[in-house]
């Protein structure tokens, strides 16, 4: 016990620098949530948290046994008092924190610079877990048996490293100056911490390539481009092998996923910062703004679509659209379609194949029809578009081609549908650089748009009774040359009477552009 007498801080329980224990400043900050505190306040925790500690030896250990005379002990009393008295209370919260601790890194746990995230829902907060540990170190004397001691240590790291991540976690929803540097410290000692516990190898390496990005966004934010790129390149290299070994530990499978998201948040950013050193941008937090904006897009809500809508794996998606669109605007290329206008305006090129039936009683035949339809990339932004499909895409089956009621009588129809220039325009996508263009950022991923075009076949086979079979496919994204108008955008003539509702009075003040 008397190792452990040293300031705590009272937001969360982190030991507090040895610098600030030995200075004479009534004052004292902490080095892992990075809040400032009087000394006094500091010590009144302290005292308080060594209380409790020894009210839960007394409770643990038999009446009239000090810790403090262990070594006068037996070792087979010890190792008898740890088995029948503290084991069995420990392994309860060695089980609960070990689940927790899974819990917690099975979301991503980094933001990117200027951007706020949602802190991960715990079960224990960080000075629960800097609890836990001071208790693990005050009974390590009645650990006599390797894999007691073991038990014990492995505890105390996951306990420690959990709380500062926990720390992190929070730190997520504060835009202040200098959290990156402090989240790059608690990773960097989480890392260490985990590193020491057999079977967390693939944690420890993925916390040593969080840190590297933490101090990368914190390089960036004091306007050092090229060694946030560094930092970054390490970073993702270090991800991506972390990701490997994951891949191989089944009892680490649960961060596969947040481990996505993060090489890709990792991507954006050496983006960013290689377009400053490229000279294409002066400004790489007015693009990580961006980014921000593109994260905190609130959607509107719909039963129909939430659950779509609130996919993490979404924000991977997405921001693989901007790291595309960032690396074209790097001397890289885009799908675009040939044509005038200063706005690059991104749709998902659909292939549609349908049938339907035609002809009368005696003489009805199938007829199957392909078609093109073009989706803005952005309808998840639009409510109207969500809650009636028909206005969120080229409606072909409202610009059916007229025919007879003979014809179709006699079954000569061949469509009834209307694709116009729609199939040739998308076609005519190409790889090519976007100049001095500006691209709109799409906000819906290919799950979606197809999901789009399942709930408008829908809507139409109730409008269109001949509509039998239709097997959508979503191709691809494409980016078609739109210029600026009054009422937002003008699209190319190809669309004629198919131009998508939803763009008919587009605010191009409020769509997301690089």
């Known amino acids: 016990m008397d190792e452990m007498i040293e300031l705590r801080c009272k937001y969360c329980g982190a030991p507090l620098d040895r610098k600030d224990i030995e200075s004479d400043s009534p004052y004292v900050t902490c080095p892992s949530c990075g809040t400032t505190q009087q000394r006094v306040d500091a010590k009144a925790y302290m005292d308080q948290m060594m209380a409790q500690i020894k009210s839960w030896i007394g409770k643990a250990i038999p009446g009239g046994f000090s810790l403090s005379q262990t070594d006068n002990v037996d070792p087979i009393a010890r190792h008898n008092i740890f088995v029948n008295n503290v084991k069995p209370m420990l392994d309860v919260e060695l089980r609960e924190y070990r689940f927790a601790l899974n819990s917690v890194i099975s979301s991503p746990l980094i933001v990117l610079p200027f951007s706020k995230g949602e802190p991960a829902k715990t079960d224990h907060t960080s000075t629960q877990a800097f609890e836990f540990n001071a208790k693990l170190k005050s009974i390590e004397p009645l650990a006599v048996d390797q894999e007691s001691k073991t038990s014990i ?24 100056p200098g959290r990156f540097a402090l989240m790059s410290n608690n990773f960097k000692d989480s890392a260490e911490s985990v590193r020491k516990c057999n079977g967390y190898e693939p944690l420890a390496a993925r916390l040593e390539a969080l840190s590297e990005v933490c101090s990368a966004s914190d390089m960036v934010l004091n306007g050092d481009a090229s060694g946030c790129a560094l930092k970054t390149e390490s970073a993702i290299s270090k991800l991506e092998a972390a990701k490997k070994d994951i891949l191989a530990n089944p009892k680490m499978a649960v961060m596969i996923r947040a481990v996505d998201i993060e090489i890709g948040q990792c991507r954006t950013l050496k983006n960013v910062t290689e377009m400053v050193m490229n000279g294409r941008t002066k400004d790489p937090l007015k693009m990580l703004d961006l980014v921000n904006q593109l994260s905190s897009i609130d959607y509107p809500r ?54 339907f039936t035609t002809g009368s009683f005696l003489s ?41 009621f003979f014809d179709r009588m006699k079954g000569d129809q061949d469509s009834i549908s209307g694709g116009a220039g729609i199939g040739r ?65 003008t699209l190319p003539k190809e669309f004629d009477r198919l131009a998508p509702a939803i763009l008919r009075n587009t605010d191009l003040e409020k769509t997301l552009r690089i």
Not at 383 to 394: F, I, K, Q, V, Y
Not at 454 to 474: A, F, G, I, M, R
Request: glycine fraction near 8%.
């Open 153 to 176: 240590t492995d505890g105390e790291n996951l306990a420690s490293a959990y709380a500062m991540i926990v720390n992190n976690s929070n730190l997520l929803t504060d835009t202040t």
């Open 364 to 404: 009805k035949k199938t007829v199957e029809v392909k078609e093109d339809l073009l989706v803005p990339a952005t309808f998840t932004a639009s409510a109207e578009a969500l809650g009636n499909p028909r206005s969120g895409l080229t409606d072909i089956f409202a610009a059916a081609p007229d025919k007879s």
């Open 302 to 355: 719909s039963r129909e679509w939430d659950r779509l809508l609130g996919r993490q794996e979404r924000d991977f998606e997405l921001y693989g659209y901007v790291e595309g669109i960032v690396s074209a605007k790097n001397g890289g290329t885009l799908p675009i379609c040939p044509g005038a206008g200063d706005i690059l305006y991104p749709f998902w090129d659909v292939d549609l194949r349908y049938s």
């Open 425 to 489: 325009l998308a076609d005519s996508a190409a790889e090519n650089s976007p100049g001095s263009r500006e691209v709109v950022i799409p906000l819906s991923t290919k799950t979606e748009a197809a999901r789009l075009v399942e709930c408008y076949l829908d809507q139409s086979s109730k409008t269109h009774s001949q509509l039998k079979l239709s097997k959508p496919s979503v191709k691809r994204l494409i980016y078609i040359p739109c210029g600026k108008s009054v009422n937002g955008i």
